[in-house]
């Protein structure tokens, strides 16, 4: 647990997206000013989603359409942290893909071959395009020994009117059926945090890690030095938080709380 004066170390604060910045398609009315007051105190920031469901351009898109124009280095999605380990790890392999046409694209641009015959390992992505047949062949494949790794952990996607099964959920269907756990990426998992450090070039200390959702968000900083920040303007309820085994370092309301404390 870290105090107030955590703050004053920040240099970049990574920003969640929905529940954070907005809420579905709607922008909280702080949230632009809280990104003056980041830039007018000398500090930095850039976001990082989870939702596999989109890419990058989408989410500038998104962003655009608010009224939020920043560098595309600047909007970080979990599509890239295990694109990244990927190239790394599987050099030259093919993928089996379970995921809507934008993480595809991803894999594509990224020069990873999609293959239904023989991949060498298997991902599963927030696939809101899901189908009997695309959960038959990842299973098949992992049955037959092909790796599989999950894009994102979360259980389920906040939507207007409530919640969708997100890739945590496909994942667990998976395991249902092959036994096998796939290693997941995005937040709150080690890879995310060193794609984090590396692309800001800070220092742990100097970032702080800001969100909505204790399990993805709070986590990814817990046993580091990086600060974590919850906003009550998503899904926590104070009770969830009070249960919570992840605690924030800091609470606060939302995001125009937070900029009077800077
Ligand atoms: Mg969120």
Redesign the pocket.
């Known amino acids: 647990m870290k105090n107030q004066d955590a703050l004053a170390r920040v240099k970049t604060f990574v920003l969640?997206?929905?529940?954070?910045i907005y809420l579905g398609g709607r922008l909280f009315s702080w949230t632009r000013p809280f990104l003056e007051r980041v830039r007018a105190t000398g500090r930095d920031f850039c976001f990082f989603?989870?939702n596999s469901s989109q890419n990058r351009e989408a989410y500038l898109e998104k962003l655009a359409r608010m009224g939020i124009e920043v560098c595309p280095e600047k909007m970080l999605i979990s599509n890239g942290v295990i694109l990244e380990w990927l190239r790394e790890r599987h050099p030259g392999e093919s993928a089996y893909v379970v995921g809507t046409p934008a993480l595809e694209e991803d894999f594509r641009q990224a020069g990873i071959r999609l293959d239904r015959e023989a991949p060498g390992y298997v991902v599963l992505g927030f696939d809101t395009s899901l189908t009997y047949e695309k959960l038959r062949l990842a299973c098949h494949f992992i049955r037959n020994g092909a790796p599989v790794y999950g894009v994102n952990p979360d259980w389920n996607c906040?939507v207007e009117g409530g919640f969708i099964p997100d890739c945590g959920s496909i994942a667990a269907l998976v395991k249902a059926s092959t036994g096998v756990q796939c290693e997941f990426f995005g937040k709150p998992s080690r890879h995310t945090l060193n794609y984090l450090l590396a692309r800001t070039g800070r220092a742990p200390e100097e970032l702080a890690v800001v969100?909505?959702?204790l399990y993805?968000?709070i986590a990814l900083a817990e046993g580091t030095a990086v600060t974590s920040i919850l906003v009550m303007s998503?899904?926590t309820t104070p009770a969830m938080l009070a249960e919570s085994p992840v605690k924030p370092d800091l609470v606060f309301q939302d995001l125009g709380d937070l900029a009077e404390a800077l």
Do not use: A, L
């Not at 969640?16 to 954070?20: C, K, L, Q, Y």
């Open positions: 969640d997206m929905d529940g954070t989603t989870n906040p969100g909505d959702r993805t968000d998503g899904e």
